[in-house]
């Protein structure tokens, strides 16, 4: 995400400086358009770098799978504890 602000940000400023000398409209308009543009092609080149570690979510699976064993087992010994009656240590109100 900062690659693409450090990117876009510059990129539109100096597309603002090189074209105020010729229209201030002209500038106003080409600045967000650059810094889009180059905000887009840094986060295509941000996708293409990362691209293999996304396509690799097995190991995410296998960890996903072995929290979700970890948490049936819990309940299983939650469900399983033999629930002892409560104690009361507060005498019950009388009616009147």
Same mark, same amino acid.
């Given at each position: 995400?900062?690659?693409?602000?450090?990117? /876009?940000?510059? #990129? +539109?400023? %100096?597309?603002? *400086?090189? !074209?105020?000398?010729?229209?201030? =409209?002209? /500038?106003?308009? #080409? +600045?967000? %358009?650059?810094? *889009?543009? !180059?905000?887009?092609?840094?986060? =295509?080149?941000?996708?293409?770098?990362?691209?293999?570690?996304?396509?690799?979510?097995?190991?995410?699976?296998?960890?996903?799978?072995?929290?979700?064993?970890?948490?049936?087992?819990?309940?299983?010994?939650?469900?399983?504890?033999?629930?002892?009656?409560?104690?009361?240590?507060?005498?019950?109100?009388?009616?009147?």
């Amino acid at each position: 995400m900062f690659l693409i602000m450090f990117a /876009a940000i510059p #990129a +539109g400023l %100096l597309a603002m *400086s090189f !074209t105020a000398s010729t229209s201030l =409209l002209l /500038a106003l308009m #080409a +600045g967000p %358009l650059v810094g *889009s543009v !180059t905000g887009f092609c840094a986060a =295509l080149f941000l996708a293409w770098h990362r691209g293999s570690e996304w396509k690799s979510d097995h190991d995410f699976d296998q960890q996903t799978d072995a929290m979700v064993g970890a948490l049936r087992a819990l309940a299983e010994q939650g469900g399983a504890v033999d629930a002892a009656p409560a104690i009361r240590t507060a005498k019950p109100s009388q009616a009147a």
